[in-house]
């Protein structure tokens, strides 16, 4: 199963965790721990979807990964 990717990162701007969904353009939220940001992250994109689907606008594809750097031996 292909699913959207999710940072979750403390930012001290806002004083809280903020969990960002790069291909859903403006679809973050915020907690005050990381598994809170998550979770509400989870919420905005059902409602994010729902939205696009309503009004017929493309759903996009998940296409963005994180690069993955390792450390060489």
């Known amino acids: ?3 959207y990717h999710i940072n979750v990162f403390w930012s001290e701007e ?3 965790y ?3 969904i790069p291909d ?3 679809c973050s ?3 005050a721990t990381p598994i809170a940001a998550l979770g509400e992250a ?3 994109k059902e409602a ?4 696009a689907h309503e009004r017929g606008d493309p759903i996009p594809t998940p296409r963005y990964r ?4 390792q450390a060489s031996h």
């Not at 994010?48 to 939205?51: D, E, K, M, Q, T």
């Not at 994180?66 to 750097?69: A, C, K, L, R, T």
């Open 18 to 20: 903020v969990a960002d």
């Open 14 to 16: 806002d004083g809280c």
């Open 48 to 51: 994010w979807l729902a939205v």
């Open 1 to 3: 199963m292909t699913d």
């Open 29 to 31: 939220a915020f907690g």
């Open 42 to 44: 989870l919420k905005a």
């Open 24 to 26: 859903l353009e403006y």
């Open 66 to 69: 994180p690069v993955i750097y």
